[in-house]
């Protein structure tokens, strides 16, 4: 089975999987917010990440999938997370394929994130918005899909214990709610 059609059979939404952080579900108010996993259409696929610039206030410095909170304007979150890759990274809404929806993940930081999964053409000529995104780089989709390579941690955040997941590619280190996505997307594939 080839990677296209991979990721649309799991991500199928009558396949349902167990997600974690389910926690926040009751616990906290989420505000909507979109994602888009841009997936390079060649025939070794890579997903394209962005390097968030350190003197933001939120996520400073953290690797990112382009996205941001659902607006008012937006249709649903498959058109935040296009107008969000548009504006982050110039990707042009109407060059994007959508596979489909992965499961939405719930932040610490209070967002319910809908991963909305594409393809992109392979040269298209990305533009970083400087007040959202410092740097961008592709990272092989088989490397972020190999379970091996998503380390689960541990560490205290606002007092209580969290599990995380930590992916290290190169210098970048992927970690929190895009390593978390990813490691969602893992177990829908597995």
Known sequence: MNWRTRLQTALDPAFSIEVEDERYLTTVIHRAAAVLIPITNRPEPGVILTQRPNWLRSHAGQVAFPGG???EGDENTIAAALREAHEELNIPPAQVEIIGVADTYYSGS???IAPVVGVIPPDLDFKPNPDEVEDWFEVPLAFLIDPANSIKKQATWNGQQRSY???QWGERR???????????LVRRLT
């Open 110 to 112: 209070g967002y319910s």
């Open 174 to 184: 992927i970690w929190g709610v895009t390593a978390g996505i990813i490691a969602n």
């Open 69 to 71: 909170k659902v607006d």
């Open 165 to 167: 997941y930590d992916i």
